[in-house]
């Protein structure tokens, strides 16, 4: 019972939850590597990564990863009031969601083959009635991703964060297993594994952690005076189907589109491109919300938007030079991690090249991040859903053309053209609505970043090319060699440049980096004036 009933402080529940995290990301690259050894990048592993189309449109459409954040301060409010109409409340949230997604999900099984065929429409007859029946293994899991949901809202409204923690690690090891155990079947054991995933960890572990963890009073209830303004408050989620949202979605449509392969291959690229997206840019965009939130509370427009662009500049900082390295770097890391098995040195050069060309568009990941959380802040989640959704009708067409003539690089291309498109419109709606303070001197700044990003990127580039001659013999060795010699060849004059010509911007970083940062803050006549 200890267990269940723990409850953790913001402190540990921050680590717990930054664990699971962490666990998770490098579960799923566990996963896609192990995808990736058994099935290389096939018509069957393009299957597998095109079965998701259309249960996470569903997902999305019910604004599923959102539930917890919408019902926990409704469920504070009525379970603080009165405990019984916090369960009456709860129940009546719970009924319709399980007849919605219920509804939904039985239609989309029906329609399967239909569907398939509009999730990729590029396969063949064959192909595309295999596809319907992974479709129908998996679409049931959305069911328990959603009633999950609704469960670890109370697990976190109780302050009991160590099943939610589990959830994702259970729901990854599972889907291992099973491709793994049921590997002579094709990857349909990997759709089973999502299945049994999602039912035991997404479902099963939170039903019993809430039960076991303070009790469960759960009834069927269709009626409840706070269920309008649940609704009201899930509203915008729902309509925020932009592109931003969509993207992976639309890569993996039109990836069927291009060449047999090619999901596979984007899924793998973008999988790594969200690396850098999901450690910064995400962490940004959590950090600076409740400082901007308080200040726009407060009607401070001023610190509003120092703090802003301060949060802006430092996502810039840090993406812009990441993103550099990790273009130079695309074929040694895509070798490293995803070339064994059945996926050959052929898949890791078109990989490669479509990494390449989702990392030119990182830093506009992490810069819509954080202006979108300024939106938020002002308690305005319209806009960016608006925004987001006209990008993506006026995106389809070049998705189209672009996938036609150059295939998949021409999906890659779209795809980071629409998340730039998408920033550029953001911003100018947000400069010509609240004026350009939040904006003051970060096109220089930017300049400036990818100048020195450049400078620092010749070298780590020959660096790559010697490293991979050096032990040409040894694929993994030399891939791994000129990951990390690149690395310390680039962040030593990048590091060198920076104190020169941004100080002010990296003197923060240079000090957590202990010794050596200080001496160089300290040495450098510039970074002193800074």
């Known amino acids: 019972m200890g267990f269940w009933n723990r409850r953790q402080q913001m402190g540990w529940a921050a680590l717990i939850m930054g664990g699971s995290i962490l666990l998770s990301r490098f579960m799923g690259l566990v ?30 459409l019910l604004a599923g990863a959102y539930f917890s954040i919408t019902l926990i301060p409704l469920l504070a409010a009525y379970f603080d ?84 923690a589990l959830t994702p690690l259970i729901y990854n090891v599972l889907i291992i297993l099973g491709g793994v155990l049921l590997r002579h079947h094709g990857i349909v054991g990997f759709c089973w594994g999502v299945l049994a995933g999602a039912l035991l960890g997404n ?32 509203l915008p989620l729902m309509l925020g189907q932009s592109i931003v949202v969509l993207d992976e979605q639309l890569v993996r449509v039109f990836g069927s589109l291009a060449a047999v392969g090619a999901i596979s291959w984007l899924s793998y690229a973008r999988r790594i491109m969200l690396v850098p997206v999901g450690v910064v840019a995400q962490a940004a965009g959590v950090a600076s919300f409740p400082f901007l939130a308080e200040l726009f509370a407060k009607k401070d427009d001023l610190q509003f938007h120092k703090t802003l662009n301060s949060a802006l500049k430092g996502v810039l900082t840090l993406l812009i030079p990441l993103s550099a390295w990790m273009i130079i770097v695309a074929q040694p890391t895509i070798t490293l991690i995803f070339q064994q098995g059945h996926f050959g040195s052929a898949d890791t050069q078109a990989t490669s090249v479509l990494l390449q060309i989702l990392l030119l568009v990182v830093f506009c990941w992490g810069f819509q991040q954080v202006l979108g959380r300024g939106f938020y802040a002002r ?74 990003s450049l400078a620092a990127g010749a070298p780590a580039a020959l660096t790559v090319n010697f ?31 920076g104190t020169c010509f941004i100080p002010t911007q990296l003197e923060p970083v240079l000090k957590k980096l202990g010794p050596p940062g200080r001496w160089l803050v300290r040495f450098v006549p510039s970074a002193r004036q800074g």
């Open 31 to 60: 996963r896609d590597k192990t995808i990736s050894y058994f099935f290389g990048a096939s018509k069957e592993s393009d299957l597998y990564f095109a079965a998701f189309v259309v249960p996470d449109f569903i997902n999305y």
């Open 81 to 164: 009031e009165d405990e019984q109409e916090g369960w009456r409340f709860f129940s009546a949230v719970f009924t319709w969601i399980t007849i919605v997604i219920s509804i939904l999900t039985g239609l989309a099984m029906v329609l399967a083959p239909q569907l398939a065929r509009i999730a990729a429409p590029g396969l063949d007859h064959e192909a595309t009635l295999r596809l319907a029946s992974f479709l129908r293994i998996i679409l049931p899991a959305q069911i328990c991703f959603l009633l999950g949901s609704c469960l670890s809202a109370i697990l976190y409204l109780r302050r009991q964060f160590t099943a939610p």
């Open 203 to 234: 479902l099963l572990l939170p039903y019993v952690a809430v039960r076991k963890g303070g009790g469960l009073r759960l009834r069927f209830c269709l009626y409840h005076p706070g269920l309008k303004r649940f609704v009201l408050l899930a």
């Open 379 to 452: 308690q305005d989640t319209l806009t960016p859903a608006v925004i987001g959704t006209i990008v993506l009708i006026f995106s389809i067409p070049f998705y189209t053309v672009l996938t036609r003539k150059f295939h998949a690089l021409g999906v890659a291309f779209a795809s980071a053209g629409s998340i730039a498109a998408y920033t550029a419109a953001l911003a100018g709606w947000w400069r010509y609505r609240l004026g350009r303070s939040a904006f003051v001197d970060l096109w220089r700044h930017a300049l400036k970043m990818l100048a020195i």
């Open 467 to 497: 490293a991979s001659t050096f032990c040409a013999e040894k694929v993994y060795l030399s891939a791994f060699c000129a990951i990390m010699a690149s690395g310390l060849a680039f962040a030593l004059i990048f590091l060198l440049l």
